[in-house]
């Protein structure tokens, strides 16, 4: 089997400025994801799809591969990770190289460990799966959730106003960390998210969205707790 990490990392980010070379305690943040798959030791390629000069420079730095620059169209607010990921394998093919599976990798992810991608990649290989991700347990039943509808508070599904939330089916979102996919599903179904994906369950200390200046000091307190920092 044949595996590509493709960090997909571009320069306009504009709610966090420059946010995917910023500083992460002491090192650029997105370095934690391109030594979580370098350590991981299943990937042929490490590469980082970017359109900036800087994070290019950046993630050579720490051992990733940029072969060739992110084209314009797929470097605008609504490029979506399917579009960057099908534009990487679709210039991999153009050059003679073909991989198997590709795990797309977000820039902002210092959560990332080199266990858990060798724990998709095997979930992938051995199940029968044709992509994984890492997903968390909403802290709070969503079937009890709220909505404001003509400046009133009222429950979004209220036939379950008298259930107990341990009652209620769990569920899940999304941790926004990666994405194991088969080449031949993604360059099939153009999309990351299948019907048959299997996911690794994490907790709540391994996982932060990251799209404030107070998302991030969350970000990096919890991975001190983590790593007893």
Partial sequence: MSNIAVIPARGGSKRIPRKNVKSFLGKPIIAYSIEAA?????????????DDDEIA????????????????QNSNDYAGLADVCLEVIDTYIVSGKKFDNLCCILPTAPFVTDKLLVDAFENLENDNYNCVYTIEEYSYPIQRSLKIESDYVKMCWPENISKRSQDLEKTYHDAGQFYFIKTDT??????????????IILSSIEVQDIDTETDWALAEMKYKIINKM
Avoid: D, H, Q, W
């Avoid at 299943?42 to 590469?47: G, N």
């Avoid at 360059?187 to 994906?197: A, G, P, R, V």
């Fill in 38 to 50: 370098l350590k991981s030791g299943i990937f042929c390629e490490v590469m980082v799809s970017t």
């Fill in 57 to 72: 420079s950046v993630a050579k730095r720490y051992g990733a591969v940029v072969p060739f620059m992110r084209s314009a």
């Fill in 186 to 199: 993604l360059l099939s179904e153009k999309k990351l998210f299948t019907n048959k994906s299997g996911a």
